[in-house]
């Protein structure tokens, strides 16, 4: 029922910057903890970072540094800003949501459809 859709990924340059945005479908919803996660061709899934309801952040150290998560407890969205962005980078970055609570709906966890990165050397 709930979706989760993540937008602001694209084409570009090593060493430039993209934030990537994802928003539930529904706004009338709990979240508890939120993150990103990654997929690169051939390769596992993995933590990019994660951010719980009060602000904590995680970071895989792969990207510590570099990227900043973030999150708008109003609108149940939460953001990735990706800086000095490397060719290793590129992956399908997928959103991620646990605990959600949306009406007579309950999610133990949620996932986007993920959006492409990808970064040219």
């Known amino acids: 029922q709930v979706q989760l859709v993540e937008f602001g990924g694209g084409l570009v340059q090593a060493g430039k910057s993209l934030t990537l945005s994802c928003a539930p479908s529904?706004?009338?919803?709990?979240?508890?903890?939120m993150g990103w996660y990654r997929q690169a061709p051939g390769k596992q899934r993995e933590l990019v970072a994660t951010i719980t309801r009060g602000g904590k952040t995680n970071y895989s150290d792969s990207v510590k540094g570099r990227f900043t998560i973030s999150r708008d407890n109003a609108k149940n969205m939460v953001y990735l800003q990706m800086n000095s962005l490397k060719p290793e980078d590129t992956a399908n970055y997928f959103c991620?949501?646990?605990?959600?609570?949306?009406?007579?709906?309950?999610?133990?966890?949620?996932w986007g459809q993920g959006i492409l990165v990808a970064v040219s050397s």
């Open positions: 529904e706004s009338m919803l709990s979240i508890d903890a």
């Open positions: 991620n949501a646990e605990k959600v609570v949306a009406g007579r709906y309950r999610y133990p966890e949620l």
